[in-house]
């Protein structure tokens, strides 16, 4: 049963951890979730229409209905009335205007509508009828003439502040409505926390950005302490599935993957389980090479070895060694193939080099030039896998590279665990926690780097950047780097680079660096 009081609930709308909530998963509705941290029903109610334009665009006095409803919610600014007669009608919401029923009833209070009238208000504001609302405006001021609670002047003054405020807003009903929507979403996400996210996963290529919606969600999980992690040889399913208290990505949510490739390629795992009469856990990565890879599509075997698929403790094999032997065996010719497939059963070769060096000898028998020179090719390639011309082991940045592009995100190593992350002063976590301040320090990944050309100004044209960036905490994409700065450091400023970065956390959460160092 549903427990509207319950404080973890509540405890997620003022952090503003409410990615997945009904109304309030973007941007916009985490940020104002937290600035109003909502502690009931009605303030929840007040929160989901309080961010519909009609409040974020009614600037009066330099500040918009929504910003001046949170503020005076946490007693940051008196509540104030256009008149005194108006406190019956606003004083739930501050003094603010924030439902179209607050519109009619200050219609009817002031300048006498009936109830149809105060709805031809509603609808000539909602549909933005020029023609109909100078006609409900002048009998407006008439109306409040009449009744005589404001002169005239004042009646064009509030006429102009309904007009304003109500444009695109909610009936109370409906913003209640999303409200018990919006809060029972949250309290599966606070109660059921790996059921909610597994959910929400699985949902995610149906979102028109997929990876990054995965993206948000994995990060999102780490400030819940849930892994998400990569499928393995030795486990793995066809989508997104609970192991344990850990979340793991489906073959079939792997970049390439995602179609009939995905459905074979676990097929084709099946069915040399089968023949070998063993568990893919037990496979070594002999087994993978003789007889999986030959039975999965090339870009599928790539995606999969590069984000650590057929790395396991059987296997032990590095991604990169794994895509470097890939790419030897694909060389073979379907003889030589068929070959190591029928001898591999009998010779148990623990290497892809020793089954080569076997091999070259077969192709001097019978003589003749062309299979001396194959066995030389074969011979050649045994000697690649001994000398490699590039080390094979598994740099964290190029992992991470690897899971962007595979993945959507990173997952399977802390983004800075192999920088020293002594100078830093502040976390992500810090900054979405709402720190400020100069002298700001934060170690961290960068994930994501958008530059955009400066329109106007003393630097118009070059190029500023917005950066995302993580660290062992959470995430933060509100990263911000002027030209100047970016001029001086843009040969460091690079996805997958682990960095230093200094400067100063402004009120409105942005991060301005001017300093930026490599770690």
């Not at 039975?295 to 991604?319: E, H, M, P, Q, Y």
């Not at 000697?383 to 964290?396: I, S, T, V």
Request: net charge neutral; aromatic share 10%; proline share 3%.
């Amino acid at each position: 049963m549903i427990d509207y009081k319950d404080e973890k609930t509540w405890s997620l709308f003022k952090d503003g951890r409410t990615k997945g909530v009904f109304q309030l998963e973007s941007n916009l509705g985490r940020s104002w979730s937290k600035k109003l941290a909502p502690e009931n029903l009605e303030e929840l109610a007040a929160l989901i229409a309080i961010i519909r334009p009609g409040c974020l665009k009614a600037i009066i006095d330099g500040k918009s209905m929504t910003q001046r409803f949170v503020d005076r919610k946490n007693k940051l600014e008196d509540v104030t009335y256009l008149h005194d007669s108006l406190e019956e009608v606003l004083k739930p919401t501050y003094g603010v205007l924030v439902y179209q029923e607050q519109s009619m009833r200050i219609a009817q209070k002031l300048a006498g509508f009936d109830l149809k009238k105060a709805d031809d208000l509603r609808k000539a504001i909602g549909k933005k009828k020029a023609d109909l609302m100078a006609k409900i405006k002048e009998d407006f001021i008439v109306g409040c003439k009449e009744v005589g609670l404001v002169d005239s002047e004042l009646a064009t003054e509030i006429f102009g502040w309904i007009e304003k405020s109500s444009r695109y807003s909610f009936n109370k009903s409906h913003a209640v409505a999303y409200a018990v929507d919006s809060f029972w979403s949250a309290w599966y996400k606070a109660n059921h926390v790996n059921e909610f996210f597994l959910a929400y996963l699985s949902y995610a290529n149906e979102k028109q950005d997929p990876h990054q919606e995965i993206y948000e969600l994995v990060n999102e999980a780490k400030l819940f302490d849930i892994e998400v992690k990569v499928p393995k040889l030795n486990n793995f399913s066809e989508k997104f599935e609970m192991f344990g208290t850990d979340i793991q990505f489906g073959i079939r949510d792997i970049k390439g993957l995602t179609g009939v490739t995905g459905t074979k390629v676990m097929e084709a795992i099946t069915e040399v389980s089968n023949e070998l009469g063993k568990d893919p856990a037990e496979f070594s990565w002999m087994d993978v090479l003789i007889y999986v890879a030959p039975n999965i599509n090339s870009t599928a075997f790539k995606s999969l070895a590069s984000i650590g698929f057929f790395s396991t403790k059987a296997t032990n094999v590095s991604r990169n060694k794994a895509l470097y032997e890939y790419l030897i065996i694909r060389e073979l010719t379907k003889a030589e193939m068929n070959w190591l497939i029928d001898n591999y059963p009998k010779r148990k070769w623990d290497s892809l080099h020793e089954c080569l060096l076997e091999l070259a000898p077969t192709k001097k028998e019978g003589g003749g030039t062309s299979r001396q020179q194959r066995s030389q090719v074969v011979l050649n390639e045994a000697e690649m896998l001994h000398n490699p011309p590039y080390d094979l082991c598994d740099d964290p940045a190029w992992i991470i590279e690897q899971e962007n592009k595979f993945l959507g995100c990173p997952v399977s190593l802390a983004r800075v665990e192999s920088s020293d992350t002594s100078s830093a002063n502040t976390s992500c976590l810090d900054v979405l926690n709402g720190k400020t301040g100069k002298d700001i320090c934060i170690a961290a990944n960068v994930n994501r780097v958008n530059n955009h050309k400066v329109k106007k100004g003393k630097t118009k044209g070059k190029l500023m950047s917005f950066l995302t960036i993580e660290d062992s905490t959470c995430s933060i994409d509100n990263v911000v780097i002027f030209p100047e700065a970016r001029e001086k450091y843009q040969y460091v400023i690079y996805e997958g680079n682990n960095l230093l970065l200094c400067g100063e956390i402004q009120k409105n959460n942005s991060f301005i660096v001017d300093k930026v160092h490599e770690i």
